[in-house]
Nanobody
Framework: QVQLVESGGDLVQPGRSLRLSCAAS????????MGWYRQAPGKERQLVAS???????NYLGSVEGRFTIWRDDAKNTMYLQMDDLKPEDTAVYYC??????????WGQGTQVTVSS
């Protein structure tokens, strides 16, 4: 059973930074696709950033230049550095990976609230 555990969510003021972590129970050297998603109240879940093994990352337009995704396969952990946070970034953030058995696995989510 694959488990993903997100951490790092918090309440911060606009302009501040947060770093989210996603710890996986599987060897990330076996995993190609991983991504960070978010869901705000009353809205659909959306892709924020994704990264494939050995390839460049992709970002949602509204976060490009402010957010950075990377993975440390040796630590089985994926990260999302979020800088210059805005109130519209408020959401529950989820990590996802696509397992070699073609099943998507999700974490339980971590709350990010940006408010003055």
């Amino acid at each position: 059973q694959v488990q993903l555990v997100e951490s790092g969510g918090d309440l911060v003021q606009p302009g501040r930074s947060l770093r989210l972590s996603c710890a996986a129970s599987v060897d990330l050297f076996r995993i190609d696709y991983m991504g960070w998603y978010r869901q705000a109240p009353g809205k659909e879940r959306q892709l924020v950033a994704s990264i494939r093994s050995g390839r460049s990352a992709n970002y949602l337009g509204s976060v490009e230049g402010r957010f950075t995704i990377w993975r440390d396969d040796a630590k089985n952990t994926m990260y999302l550095q979020m800088d210059d946070l805005k109130p519209e970034d408020t959401a529950v953030y989820y990590c996802k990976l696509l397992h070699p058995d073609y099943i998507n696995y999700w974490g339980q989510g971590t709350q990010v609230t940006v408010s003055s």
